[in-house]
Every structure is written in C-alpha cells, then in structure tokens.
C-alpha cells in the first residue's frame, strides 16, 4: 500500500513503481529517498544480536538524454527516517545520516569517492567511500542501459556475513558478486529504516524501483521463537491496477 511508503525529496510513484528522480528532460541534479514508514529491529536490544535478513528488487535506469549520465541508486538501512541527503554523486546519503549500511548502484564515477568506474556496485558503511566494490562489467550488466536489473542482498546474522548477487534475470545467480564481515554492533541500531536512495548530477537519469520484497528474523531464537516482517512492492501484471503491496507476519513458536 502506498500508505506503508514515505517519500522524501523528488521521489514519487509513477505507474506502480517509485521513481527516485525527477522526470526531466533537462540535465538536473537531484536526489529522492523511499522508505518503508516503520522502523525494523536489526538488534536485540538485551544482548545486540543482530537480526539476519534477506532483500530482493529490481529497479530500472532510464535516460531521457543519453548524452547527460551521471547518479545512482542505493539500498539503505538507516535509522534516521527525516534527513535528506545530497544531490550529485552521493546518492543522496552523504547528508542524511552519520550512520548507515547502503548497497549502491553507482552510474557515475566520482573520484572524491574513490569510485572504480561509473558500472557498480559498492558496499558504503557511514561513508561513501566504499568498502567493497564489485565492477558489473564482469558479469556483463549495464545499470545505464535501461534495462531491469534484479538484486538480492542478504545478512547473516550468526556468521556476520553480507551477500550480493545481481543479475538481468529473475533467477537469483550461483555466485554473488560480494561477499564481506560486516560489523552489525558498530552500524546497526536496535531499529532501523528500510530506505531506496538515488540522485542524480547535471544528468537526466530516472531511477525507479520495480518490485521490493524484504525479510529478516534472530537465528538465537529460533529454536524457541521465528519472527519474520516482510514488505512486498510490485507491479501486478497484464492490465490489472498497479498497486503497492505490504505483508507482515509474525508466527511464534
């Protein structure tokens, strides 16, 4: 339901999806935030376990000027749910937070970033200089040519482990495309915001999120107690109304 979702900046719900950034036929710099309205434990706050979690969407990039490039999108957890962050190469996150975990998908190589190319992908904690980075020309996937991309981000949270894997198609692949220990008591907040952040610079990029769906749970309760939260986004399929969908269950056992 669009009521589940909080839109900040330029982004807006266009035909069933969320477009980041303004459709403009003129180079504009830009930024648009989506988030899902509720916060979402990451952490007991007892002991500070982390929650595991799983995500998958698929977004698209058009340009209505190839001849003007230049933004990206990323996917955020944040526990600030009001900052706007900046146009330009930061994704709109520079500014929204001093904490954060983002996944970015980068059209635009900045050097004050220390960006590899303008075709990746890049794991940002607190920063926007990356911790990881992975060029997509590896695996032949091109964010700018307007194709849908699909991404799946996981967390363990017994092993600390963070995964990545992209692909064009809908099936996720065998082997991800990054893989890193992340820290979860040094970035995560008992709860935290689900968050889609894009920008643009002197370009005309429409960064639009497809379809979203989102789970997580503690693996130290699972022997006594399963908690799952799930968000689905999508587009319904031939000719029927477009809506935004949302789930959430809760099973104790």
Do not use: C
């Amino acid at each position: 339901m669009e009521s589940s979702l909080k839109l900040l900046g330029d982004a807006h719900l266009n035909n069933g999806t969320v477009s980041l950034t303004r459709d403009l036929p003129v180079p504009s710099s830009g930024f648009g935030r989506a988030l899902y309205s509720r916060p979402v434990r990451f952490r007991q706050s007892k002991n500070h376990s982390p929650a595991s979690f799983r995500t998958f969407f698929s977004f698209s990039v058009t340009n209505l000027n190839p001849s003007s490039i230049g933004g990206g999108l990323a996917f955020v957890l944040s526990p600030d749910n009001d900052s706007l962050g900046d146009a330009g190469g930061s994704l709109g996150l520079a500014a929204a937070a001093t904490k954060f975990v983002a996944v970015e998908f980068d059209m635009l190589m900045g050097t004050e970033f220390k960006d590899i190319n303008g075709n990746h992908v890049g794991v940002d904690l607190n920063s926007m200089v990356s911790a990881k980075v992975f060029d997509l020309g590896f695996i032949n996937v091109d964010l700018k040519s307007g194709d849908t991309v699909n991404a799946w981000i996981e967390f363990d949270g017994s092993t600390t482990v963070l995964t990545v894997w992209v692909s064009y198609l809908n099936l996720k692949p065998k082997d991800p495309i990054l893989t890193m220990n992340l820290d979860a008591n040094r970035y995560f907040n008992d709860f935290m915001y689900i968050v889609f952040s894009g920008s643009t610079q002197g370009s005309t990029e429409i960064h639009s999120v497809e379809w979203w769906s989102f789970s997580s749970f503690f693996p130290s309760l699972l022997a006594v107690e399963i908690m799952e939260g799930a968000v689905r986004l999508g587009r319904q399929r031939k000719g029927r109304k477009r809506t935004w969908k949302r789930r959430r269950l809760l099973t104790i056992k």
